[in-house]
């Protein structure tokens, strides 16, 4: 039975949502988030990503930075920027990029549910990029940034959201990217307690994007539960902020390879090699992204090439069928020595939104050979977390990505 609640959110004014809501921490380095501010001063970026109100001297990670996101948050709410609701409520949260839409519900999961892997993860975390958002949930007092969950679609959650969607909502606009964002709020007791009742039917919730902002919301709350050995389990940080979306309406994007060099072989000598696992047909200067699993695109030399993995190598397993795991375990790996993508220099991810002549351009400039890959899909994605295994890394980009600044879950 998954926890999840409404809670009373603060949100934006309606005349600021657009201005407020901005892409995830994580999108930016420390220049682009700058940029970014200095072109909308009220974007919450700017909380997100404190830093950018100091000179470059200061480091991201400075005390000065948190405290200053902490200012800044209660500064806005103080003088109305953003408003408290009386209630507790769940949102509807709809996105609507390149004319599909998706439509999740805003509200918060429980600590203890991520602890005892009823929200699965798909992913490891690293305690290095655990530590930054630890510091600003808690300085903060809040959760700014939604995570990115999902589920198997339920229908009594669907009618509830089919119905309210046909009512004014409480924001609606569409952002720089060409998003279109919609909030609707959800708060007679009625529908609440039927909304309740339908999560506690679902067995499994899933992360699908964010765990390094999950993992650090659980983690202050272990720590608030440290502070408070008197808690009761209900209080504000037990639980922590996010979007569930039905998994009928999600999309996931190819997450792209790039890598500098051949490995020492010149390219006969490389495509020799990669015979032994793929059929390779040269496509010359027209650009392939695969239709089907266990088919690659290959750029090489200003051609383009479509692999085709070979039926020996090919898997049931969870994680070893994955078309991220085929390219790792018979290419990058034997044949590139890119043994660990974590860490390797010689390798770069290329988000599936940048398109094809994004690797094109990479790998006639600063790389030698792009690899354009056919996406994970949920079920996939599922199939490993229901395993309790892990995917090989940048194996998902979703999108379009959830806006921060629409939604806040304070702690107390």
């Given at each position: 039975m998954a926890t999840v609640k409404a809670?009373?959110?603060?949100?934006?004014?309606?005349?600021?949502?657009?201005?407020i809501a901005a892409l995830p921490y994580d999108v930016y380095?420390?220049?682009?988030a700058l940029e970014e501010v200095k072109k909308e001063p009220m974007s919450f970026l700017k909380i997100d990503r404190a830093e950018t109100?100091?000179?470059?001297?200061?480091?991201t990670y400075d005390d000065r930075v948190y405290e200053k996101a902490h200012d800044m948050?209660?500064?806005?709410?103080?003088?109305?920027?953003?408003?408290?609701?009386?209630?507790?409520?769940?949102?509807?949260y709809e996105l609507i990029m390149n004319q599909r839409s998706q439509t999740g519900i805003v509200a918060c999961a429980s600590i203890d549910d991520y602890q005892n892997n009823m929200i699965k993860k798909h992913e490891n975390t690293r305690e290095e990029k655990e530590i930054d958002r630890i510091k600003h949930v808690d300085r903060c007092n809040a959760q700014t940034g939604p995570i990115f969950l999902a589920y198997r679609s339920n229908?009594?959650?669907?009618?509830?959201?089919?119905?309210?969607k046909q009512e004014e909502p409480l924001y609606q606009f569409t952002s720089s990217d060409k998003v279109s964002h919609a909030v609707w709020k959800i708060s007679d007791t009625k529908s609440v307690e039927k909304i309740a009742d339908a999560f506690r039917t679902i067995d499994s919730i899933y992360i699908a994007d964010g765990h390094h902002r999950a993992a650090s919301a659980v983690k202050v709350g272990l720590q608030r539960r440290q502070q408070n050995p008197?808690?009761?389990?209900?209080?504000?940080?037990?639980?922590?902020?996010?979007v569930l979306f039905p998994d009928d309406q999600l999309m996931i994007m190819p997450y792209n390879r790039v890598v500098m060099d051949l490995n020492g072989y010149t390219k006969i000598e490389f495509m020799e090699k990669l015979k032994v696992f793929f059929e390779v047909e040269n496509l010359g200067r027209q650009p392939f992204s695969p239709s089907q699993k266990a088919t690659f695109g290959m750029y090489l030399d200003q051609e383009w090439y479509k692999l085709t993995a070979k039926g020996n190598i090919l898997s049931d397993d969870a994680v070893e069928g994955l078309d991220v795991s085929l390219?790792?375990?018979?290419?990058?790996?034997?044949?590139?020595?890119?043994?660990?993508?974590?860490?390797?220099?010689?390798i770069d991810f290329i988000g599936g939104i940048r398109g094809l002549s994004e690797l094109e351009k990479r790998a006639s400039t600063d790389m030698k050979v792009a690899f354009s890959m056919y996406p994970t899909?949920?079920?996939e994605l599922f199939h490993v977390a229901d395993d309790h295994r892990l995917m090989p890394p940048k194996s998902t980009w979703f999108e379009p990505k959830l806006r921060s600044g629409l939604f806040i879950h304070t702690l107390d």
């Open positions: 809670f009373r959110c603060v949100r934006p004014k309606k005349e600021l949502a657009d201005k380095n420390r220049a682009e109100q100091f000179e470059d001297s200061v480091n948050l209660w500064e806005m709410i103080e003088k109305g920027s953003f408003i408290r609701d009386d209630e507790n409520s769940y949102y509807v229908q009594i959650i669907n009618e509830i959201v089919k119905v309210k008197n808690y009761t389990g209900e209080e504000e940080f037990n639980f922590f902020l996010s390219l790792q375990n018979y290419l990058l790996d034997p044949i590139l020595k890119i043994e660990d993508p974590r860490i390797d220099k010689r899909s949920i079920a």
